[in-house]
T-cell receptor, first 112, second 111 residues
């Protein structure tokens, strides 16, 4: 298995632009999580899905953030419009029930 | 929600010595406690986990202990090696499958 695959690995965008981050979970995993990592706040859970259904989006910072999971093998996290304070590493992780998350390699987002 | 506190924030040890990282959690319903290792620029990787029905688990040079009464758990690394240098995160979860992470401990192993 190739593990959790995220794209792009790096993204530099201008303030106000739309950003879309992508994630392909491990086949057979029924949970998918989006985390954001910064020096100041550490690893923050943004949203998670179970069997493609959003379960808890209380960590989504504001309406500029949205996430979808149209099928079991794909999820997106969108920021529109982006702001400099959104700069962070965004990790996607998947798990089969509660057997430990497997993280993707992350997307390093820089908003200038 | 769950609140996980982790100490110390940085830890420097001589190669061959032991390293201990401690975490406390707030939600008495939490029953799953994994530890992740993150090397610079890499993803967090699961190194060991423990569930609330056991008090200790060991895997070669790493071990985790859990005290449910006191709501704390610890990671022990023995015979540290330079490749153990990384940031270590503890986490806790109850049956809602959300992991709440500690702030991380930067471990430096001096050769």
């Amino acid at each position: 298995d190739a593990g959790v695959i995220q794209s792009p690995r790096h993204e530099v965008t201008e303030m106000g632009q739309e950003v879309t981050l992508r994630c392909k979970p491990i086949s057979g995993h029924d949970y998918l999580f989006w985390y954001r990592q910064t020096m100041m706040r550490g690893l923050e859970l943004l949203i998670y899905f179970n069997n493609n259904v959003p379960i808890d989006d209380s960590g989504m910072p504001e309406d500029r953030f949205s996430a979808k999971m149209p099928n079991a093998s794909f999820s997106t996290l969108k920021i529109q419009p982006s702001e400099p304070r959104d700069s962070a590493v965004y990790f996607c992780a998947s798990s089969f029930s509660l057997y430990g998350y497997t993280f993707g390699s992350g997307t390093r987002l820089t908003v200038v | 929600g769950e609140n996980v506190e982790q100490h110390p924030s940085t830890l420097s040890v001589q190669e061959g010595d032991s390293a201990v990282i401690k975490c406390t959690y707030s939600d008495s319903a939490s029953n799953y406690f994994p530890w992740y290792k993150q090397e610079l620029g890499k993803r967090p990787q699961l190194i060991i986990d423990i569930r609330s029905n056991v008090g200790e688990k060991k895997d070669q040079r790493i071990a985790v202990t859990l005290n449910k009464t006191a709501k704390h758990f610890s990671l022990h690394i023995t015979e540290t090696q330079p490749e153990d240098s990384a940031v270590y995160f503890c986490a806790a979860s109850s049956n809602d499958y959300k992991l709440s992470f500690g702030a991380g401990t930067t471990v430096t192993v001096r050769a």
